[in-house]
């Protein structure tokens, strides 16, 4: 649906109004950039941003009703309408008038251009603006792409810059930084730059540039103790505690994704494929993808004892004095086999 939009901002088919509704930002800044891009194109312009948290919406329709003095058009771009969504009417900070908004609608200025942003995952469709706002804008709901089609789009936003990547880089790079469209063009960008004249981005190029969160380190010290992997395990632990980073935080961490992992499994053993539980558990699908790989070397009960195991260091860190770090550090020296002397 974006794609048709762009293509028509681009043969100069500008609506009056927009409604721009949704969690994913990308589409929605890049909507607005095309548009300016384009009015631009046909001369000087004068952008207006108004938040209705603010401003009551009468505003937005005064200033598009205005004639521009200085230029041929005028870009309203009219952020968090938040008449669109479910509210309490007493909780509302400003009183908008709804009965002009329909009104409006139907006969907007030639003159300017109003873009209303909803970043919402939800419209309230029982309402009678949202209706009207849908018949008589261009509406478009912005939301992430699916799994496929956001490699697809990874690929293309790296085609564009003149550089090429592999099927295990584009996954390690969504997997790495999330779902955010606007964060990932941002990694790409930097990785394209950073490879100058080379063209191919490589899943270790990915993995040296991309920084890395305190999850994803906490997951890879977590998937190398279930390997057995005591060494690696412990060069992530003293990388992370070298950084300040707090031995109970990062049992915290370790056990939420003991539990995440105990999710997926369960899920998996009702039937569940691995995006389904990505959207049940409103996890990255990566994460889940990489989970069920995984899932071959990892039991339920290694799970649980894992989980027992980290509940004691939990309370050690809490109950006792000493050097803090050493008590996580036993833990992960464990096989699992020997947690809680078994």
């Keep these: 649906m974006f794609s048709k939009l762009w293509n028509d901002i681009q043969k100069g088919k500008i609506a009056p109004v927009y409604l721009l509704a949704g969690l994913e930002s990308y589409f929605i800044d890049e909507t607005i950039r095309r548009i300016k891009m384009k009015l631009e194109e046909e001369g000087e312009i004068e952008t207006i941003t108004v938040d209705l948290d603010e401003q009551p919406v009468d505003y937005v329709i005064d200033e598009s009703d205005t004639i521009p003095f200085f230029s041929s058009k005028k870009l309203i771009i009219a952020k968090n309408a938040n008449f669109l969504k479910a509210t309490d009417k007493a909780k509302e900070k400003i009183n908008h008038d709804l009965t002009r908004l329909g009104k409006w609608l139907e006969f907007p200025s030639d003159t300017s251009i109003t873009i209303f942003i909803a970043p919402y995952e939800k419209l309230d469709e029982r309402k009678k603006v949202t209706k009207q706002m849908k018949q008589h804008t261009v509406y478009l709901l912005a939301e992430t792409p699916k799994e496929h ?17 592999d099927d295990e880089a584009i996954s390690k790079l969504i997997e790495m930084v999330g779902m955010d469209m606007i964060h990932l063009q941002s990694e790409i960008e930097k990785i394209c730059l950073y490879l100058g004249d080379e063209m191919n981005i490589t899943i270790d190029l990915v993995d040296n540039l991309v920084a890395k969160t305190l999850e994803q380190d906490a997951f890879k ?19 992370l505690i070298r950084q300040k980073q707090e031995p109970i935080m990062l049992v915290a961490l370790l056990a939420s994704q003991i539990r995440l992992m105990s999710n997926v499994y369960y899920l998996l053993k009702k039937g569940y494929h691995p995006g389904q539980i990505s959207k049940q558990l409103k996890v990255n699908p990566y994460r889940v993808k990489r989970i069920v790989e995984d899932h071959i070397n990892v039991s339920d009960e290694s799970l649980l004892k894992a989980l027992y195991g980290l509940s004691e260091v939990d309370l050690q860190l809490k109950s006792m004095g000493g050097k803090r770090e050493r008590f996580l550090e036993l833990f992960l020296m464990k096989p699992l086999s020997r947690i809680n002397g078994q």
């Design 149 to 165: 089609d956001l490699a697809v789009w990874v690929r293309n936003e790296v085609s564009s810059r003149g550089k090429t990547i």
């Design 221 to 239: 010290m977590l998937n190398a103790y279930m390997r057995h992997d005591i060494s690696q395990c412990l060069s992530i632990y003293h990388d």
